[in-house]
Nanobody, 127 residues
Framework: QVQLVESGGGLVQAGGSLRLSCAASGRTFSNYPMGWFRQAPGKEREFVAAIRWSLGSTYYAGSVKGRFTISRDNAKNTVYLQMNSLKPEDTAVYYC????????????????????WGQGTQVTVSS
């Protein structure tokens, strides 16, 4: 059974940093994309970042580009999201997602591109 477990969320002041981790178990996603999404209260879940193994290609939402960095460790079957210069509007539950299909580019911004989801981790940024 595939499991994605996020960790690293918490409360931070504006301008601070957090590093989220997502550990995958049950299968290896080394050949497929993984991503991060977030959902704020009363809003739809939105794309944050994604990464493909091949070529190490990364994709970001415009609102986080330049502040967030997605990376992955093949050996640990883990994906990370380094979040710097956090803003109150970054407050949300952050979800890790993994795909069994070899999507790329803008396709990775859609919820439907992913087959597995974690339970989410809360990130709260105070002003």
């Amino acid at each position: 059974q595939v499991q994605l477990v996020e960790s690293g969320g918490g409360l931070v002041q504006a301008g601070g940093s957090l590093r989220l981790s997502c550990a995958a178990s049950g299968r290896t996603f080394s050949n497929y994309p993984m991503g991060w999404f977030r959902q704020a209260p009363g809003k739809e879940r939105e794309f944050v970042a994604a990464i493909r193994w091949s070529l190490g290609s990364t994709y970001y939402a415009g609102s986080v580009k330049g502040r967030f960095t997605i990376s992955r460790d093949n050996a640990k079957n883990t994906v990370y999201l380094q979040m710097n210069s956090l803003k109150p509007e970054d407050t949300a539950v952050y979800y890790c997602a993994a795909s069994e299909r070899n999507y790329s580019g803008s396709s990775l911004q859609g919820l439907g591109a992913y087959d597995y989801w974690g339970q989410g981790t809360q990130v709260t940024v105070s002003s």
